[in-house]
């Protein structure tokens, strides 16, 4: 089954940047949209951005565009979330799931959620 585990947070002064990484544990990953997710405190989770299987397709947040980059290389079964000019409101936990539709809004998921990583944005 695939498993996917999320990595590359911590904490950064506003305009910084960081870079996620969502591993799987196996090249089937590459049938699959995947989507990257933030749950803020005192937030539900929201869609960030998401990048279809082939990867032709990226979608993203009215909040990060322009700020965000996701891209994958199912080669080393991993997709990446570039985040930079960071602001406080990114700040919560961070989380990678298989999803359908990239390219209808941020798509709709269907695998199960990982541990997630920690993103804080703080002065």
């Known amino acids: 089954q695939l498993q996917l585990v999320e990595s590359g947070g911590g904490l950064v002064q506003p305009g910084g940047s960081l870079r996620l990484s969502c591993a799987a544990s196996?090249?089937?990953?590459?049938?699959?949209?995947i989507g990257w997710f933030l749950q803020a405190p005192g937030k539900e989770r929201e869609g960030v951005s998401c990048i279809s299987s082939r990867g032709a397709i990226t979608n993203y947040a009215d909040s990060v565009r322009g700020r965000f980059t996701i891209s994958r290389d199912n080669a080393k079964k991993t997709v990446y979330l570039q985040m930079n000019s960071l602001k406080p409101e990114d700040t919560g936990i961070y989380y990678c799931?298989?999803?359908?539709?990239?390219?209808?809004?941020?798509?709709?998921?269907?695998?199960?959620w990982g541990q997630g990583t920690q993103v804080t944005v703080s002065s």
């Open positions: 196996e090249f089937t990953v590459s049938y699959y949209g």
């Open positions: 799931a298989a999803i359908r539709n990239c390219g209808d809004g941020l798509g709709v998921r269907f695998g199960s």
